[in-house]
């Protein structure tokens, strides 16, 4: 079996011309990732410019009205840039910089990574180009705005859905083209090995942190860890430090759009199929011939029809649990965080929130619940109001 | 020897592509015919994909096109069936690893002996990921072809050894699609490939004009040109056939 393997998943299945420069990823990384100078420049970028660590808050409120579980809140919205993206990007472009590269390229959803992207690109003095779906530059326009004053350009993807899914395509189209200055900055866990890997560890930091705060305000492990899904790089750096710890629940929230039974959906594990595609093996949304659904979510980040291989194993083995959560729970439980504790979450960690809201008070009150807010939902509010029949200017 | 080696007996291959169904499976078959007719040494048939990350616009579009015609694997496989009555020119299937994955490798293998293809090409399953295919295609006597490309240095050797039926040289970085120029040095990895392998070598991407053609031809074994035929399909649509035939014959003419 090839290289970055998760089971059976994940593995590198991209054309020839990118295959030196994976290895050539693969090998920098290895040297880097143990090496004190680079963590400790890491650390210091983290910590100093980025706000790290993230707050683990205590939501009594939120405890106290679903009447159950302890709820506490990882605040990875409160990094720079709002979300949890930045840690990866910080880890990605050092790298890069360690490289000689001179040029990020990148893939952006809901635009949080194009502008994690944007940032680390402006403080390190690189070039930076992001791919970005043009149904998702309506969706976002604010994002795009934010890039292009970061110093960024931002190319809308026009092919297929004009999603995610798309813009990831394109930008592999471009690395293709030009690989001798340029590093695809890929934003999830997911792509062919080392991607997968290399995003895990550095956006494990979540998991590592969430592990130091609970033991120091509970004394114990949490008894669950939620996030939510799509590539799953929240997810995966929320859990990874869990994974041995068999007492912690770990629960993926994949984006359900209109629901798991209807074509409008783009949960991955629960209405998805193994396949290869992006350069990995996992599950993926597609129809009977291996054609790629075209998925939905109203989050568009989370509207991508595949899934981190490694959360595609730890579903083989049951470790971690996936659940689908659709678009009206979402934004149900986007407002009601917005008014109990006046935190107003992504719409994609929202669905997260949704799933808290379901199970908390079925447990027990002196169990201990872990929602990671991967990020702040200042971007999703003229498309909240859209949802709710209400037509405001961003 | 296999079927494909024969396409490399008579002088320089000529190696056109063509995307199954676009806009429909009986004009793909008239475009198979002209191409025949025209002298192809050995016909790439595409089976379209949704997302085809290796492409230009150009091929992605016809991608498009043809499964909005509503063509499918299934229906491609009846189609090769019918052509192989009375052609025996090599057939090559061009597709992406989820298309053979998905429809279930060994399955897919079958039916491409049973309806006489020769060969696979798959540009997003490198030498580290052959082995889901490729004992599966020798199995069914179907050459898995593989690809090299302007970096792929001293990969090249691993690569020529295992090679079968003939090794596909990349001409430039990037996807397919016309170029006005291809700057890489195909001389050098030629004569890399030749030192591991009597494989034949043909040069696809960027190979629009009869001038390129016979440059590229010089260098190596055959010349692969699929953004400027496929560009006729869109531009001719149903009456493409003899528009193509008429290209290919001045590409063929070319490498004589």
Request: charged share 25%.
């Amino acid at each position: 079996m090839s290289n970055g393997r998760f089971g059976i998943h994940g593995g590198q299945y991209i054309p020839e011309t990118l295959m030196n420069a994976v290895i050539e990823l693969e090998e920098a990384y290895n040297r880097c990732k143990d090496d004190p100078q680079f963590n400790a420049e890491l650390t210091a970028l983290f910590n100093d410019y980025a706000g790290r660590p993230s707050r683990l808050y205590y939501a009594e409120k939120l405890t106290e009205k679903l009447g159950g579980a302890k709820i506490y809140l990882k605040r990875e919205d409160l990094n720079h840039t709002g979300a949890h993206k930045i840690n990866n990007v910080l880890g990605q472009a050092l790298l890069a910089k360690k490289m000689g590269k001179t040029r990020l390229i990148a893939e952006t959803g809901a635009g949080q990574h194009g502008v994690a992207t944007a940032t680390a690109a402006a403080l390190m003095g690189m070039e930076c180009v992001v791919f970005m779906g043009e149904e998702d530059t309506k969706r976002q326009a604010l994002n795009v705005y934010r890039m292009k004053l970061l110093g960024s350009e931002v190319i809308p993807v026009t092919t297929g859905t004009a999603t995610l899914k798309d813009a990831v395509s394109e930008a592999m189209r471009e690395w293709t083209s030009r690989i001798a200055d340029t590093h695809y900055c890929l934003g999830s866990v997911m792509g062919p090995h080392p991607f997968p890997t290399i995003v895990r560890d550095f956006q494990a930091v979540i998991s590592k942190e969430i592990k130091q705060q609970i033991l120091e305000k509970e004394g114990r492990l949490p008894d669950a860890v939620m996030a939510c899904v799509g590539g799953g790089s929240n997810a995966i750096g929320s859990f990874y430090h869990f994974i041995e710890d068999k007492s912690v629940r770990l629960i993926g929230c994949e984006a359900a759009g209109r629901g798991i039974d209807t074509f409008e959906t783009a949960a991955t594990i629960n209405t998805g199929r193994l396949g290869i595609f992006h350069g990995m093996k996992s599950y993926f949304c597609q129809d009977e011939y291996g054609q790629i659904a075209p998925v939905y979510s109203i989050s568009a980040g989370l509207d991508y029809p595949g899934i981190g291989p490694e959360h595609a194993y730890l579903h083989d083995i049951g470790r971690a649990e996936y659940v689908a959560v659709t678009d009206d729970e979402a934004v149900n439980a986007f407002e009601f965080l917005a008014k109990t504790e006046g935190i107003i979450p992504a719409i994609e960690s929202a669905h997260a929130v949704a799933h808290a809201i379901k199970i908390a008070p079925e447990m027990d009150r002196d169990k201990i619940i872990v929602i990671t807010i991967s990020g702040r939902g200042d971007k999703d509010c003229a498309a909240i109001a859209r949802y709710r029949g209400e037509n405001i200017y961003e | 020897m296999s079927n494909i080696a024969k396409a490399f007996e008579n002088g320089k291959a000529f190696i056109p592509f063509i995307t199954c169904g676009d806009p429909d499976l009986e004009t793909t078959g008239n475009i198979v015919r002209e191409m025949v007719k025209n002298g192809a040494s050995l016909i790439e048939l595409g089976i379209p994909f949704s997302d085809p990350t290796a492409e230009g616009p150009v091929i992605q579009e016809a991608n498009i096109r043809a499964l909005s015609g509503g063509v499918t694997t299934d229906k491609i496989f009846d189609f090769v069936k019918e052509l192989r009555k009375d052609i025996r020119t090599p057939f090559v299937f061009m597709t992406y690893a989820n298309v053979v994955f998905s429809y279930g490798t060994e399955k897919f293998l079958t039916k491409c002996e049973e309806v006489g293809i020769d060969g696979i090409i798959l540009p997003d399953v490198p030498f580290e990921e052959k082995e889901d295919f490729a004992p599966a295609c020798r199995a069914h006597n179907i050459d898995f072809i593989s690809m090299i490309a302007p970096t792929s240095e001293q990969r090249i050797e691993m690569i020529a050894k295992e090679a079968e039926g003939f090794i596909y040289i990349v001409s430039s970085l990037g996807v397919t699609g016309v170029r006005s120029e291809i700057k890489t040095d195909i001389a050098a990895i030629t004569a890399a490939v030749r030192k591991h392998t009597k494989t034949p070598c043909a040069i696809g991407f960027g190979i629009s004009t009869p001038e390129q053609a016979a440059k590229m031809a010089a260098l190596s074994d055959g010349a692969i040109v699929g953004s400027a035929i496929v560009k006729l399909a869109a531009k001719y649509g149903k009456d493409a056939a003899p528009h193509i035939g008429e290209y290919v014959g001045q590409m063929t003419a070319a490498l004589k």
